[in-house]
């Protein structure tokens, strides 16, 4: 339950290393090669690690995840004419989802926007796109606009779970307990400025900090002793897919639209033009009977990314990706299969050879605990 549910790749002497590389050797953790970085997957196991953040709190080093600082006059109206979510209407001081797509209409990559003046953002996006995004962005990008990305010196740490705001408070002089989901502020966190935010990638309650490679070891060390537990990518998935949400290079393809990969939410047509908006129109005109849905094994068998589905006989889709869930001690998965099933339909997955039962069950597996949006009057 550790490489199988991730995209690990084999070694190759370009891989890059985050500034917490010798902190995870140091804590044991089982280093693997992921998205052009050297990453830990697991530390004591992918389960213990789960519960972990289920539980108290835990922290994962995302710091391979990309970062651009996108700031000048028309930053806000260039940002939006890019990507698919109305990212005018996101307040300073808030965080917004959204997509960019590819010339063809397919999910060139899921973004997240922090808007930290109303001039000034950083969007981070994920690490094996990085490249794609900048060129996109880049060959985009008005001259009153500026862009800079800051790999040169980032750092990003995950402190998720039920003790997050406790754990993070200690090192934090702004009040977390203020922070609604998608609340973002530049703080100070053991006395060096930085971006903390409220949100992750767990479905749990929790906090994103964002500031510089110096500063990041220290912090990872003194949220050790507070009690967070260091988690690895195996467990970042495992509690993304209980949370039904979708990974790049899995449930978000090129090759796939917004509403084939379930992202259809994050597109806002009445907003005006974005990239790649004609095409997505155009293809609604056809548009695919499949989209990600949520399946439950029901019995020992662990779907994983490209196994077949079949349902009445016929194959009718595919696993985008699956794992034993340690919260609900059942295995689980998503799958690209037709919108016209109905929940409750027993469908079968083909693993190695055999086939088992499964059922279409509604997304996500396991309910989001996230600190609710404040409402403004």
């Known amino acids: 339950m550790t490489t199988e549910i991730l ?31 050297e990453l830990p997957v697991q530390y004591a196991g992918v389960k213990i690690e789960t519960l972990a953040v289920r539980e108290n709190c835990g922290l994962f080093d995302v710091g391979h995840m990309g970062q651009f600082d996108v700031w000048g006059e028309g ?15 996101t307040r300073v001081g808030r965080a917004s989802y959204g997509l960019l797509l590819t010339e063809t209409g397919g999910v060139l990559d899921d973004v997240m926007g922090y808007r930290l003046e ?45 003790g997050a705001e406790a754990i993070l408070q200690s090192f934090c002089n702004a009040d977390l307990s203020s922070f609604a989901f998608r609340d973002v502020r530049e703080v100070e966190v053991m006395g060096e400025t930085c971006i903390v935010a409220r949100g992750g990638y767990t479905g749990c309650d929790g906090f994103e900090w964002m500031g510089s490679a110096q500063v990041a070891p220290a912090l990872w060390s003194a949220l050790l002793e507070k009690g967070a537990v260091p988690c690895g990518l195996g467990a970042r998935d495992v509690l993304r897919l209980e949370a039904g949400l979708p990974l790049y290079g899995h449930e978000l393809r090129e090759n796939l639209t917004p509403y084939e990969s379930g992202v259809a939410f994050a597109v806002k047509f009445d907003k005006g033009d974005f990239h790649g908006r004609d095409e997505l129109l155009k293809g609604l005109q056809n548009p695919s009977e499949q989209t990600i849905r949520g399946v439950q094994m029901l ?18 889709g595919e696993i985008t990706s699956g794992t ?25 997955v083909h693993i190695r050879g055999a086939v088992h039962p499964a059922q279409v069950v509604s997304l996500p597996f396991v309910p989001r605990s996230t600190k609710p949006a404040q409402k403004i009057s």
Not at 8 to 32: D, M, N, W, Y
Not at 75 to 89: C, G, M, Y
Not at 120 to 138: C, G, H, K, Y
């Open 75 to 89: 930053a806000t109206a260039f940002l939006n004419s890019v990507v698919t979510a109305d990212w005018s209407k």
């Open 118 to 162: 109303e001039e000034r953002w950083l969007v981070v996006v994920n690490a094996s796109r990085v490249e794609n995004d900048e060129a996109l962005l880049r060959s985009l990008l008005p001259s009153s606009v500026s862009f800079r990305n800051r790999l040169e010196n980032q750092a990003m740490i995950a402190v998720q779970g039920l």
């Open 324 to 348: 034993p869930s340690p919260t609900l001690d059942k295995n689980i998965a998503l799958a690209l299969l037709p919108t016209e099933l109905a929940l409750g339909s027993e469908i079968e």
């Open 7 to 37: 995209n690990v790749e084999p070694p190759k002497p370009t891989h890059q290393r985050t500034s917490l590389f010798e902190a995870h050797q140091q804590c044991g953790g089982k280093i693997v090669p992921f998205a052009g970085w």
């Open 299 to 316: 019995g020992r068998g662990i779907a994983r990314d490209g196994y077949a589905v079949s349902y009445g006989g016929k194959r009718v």
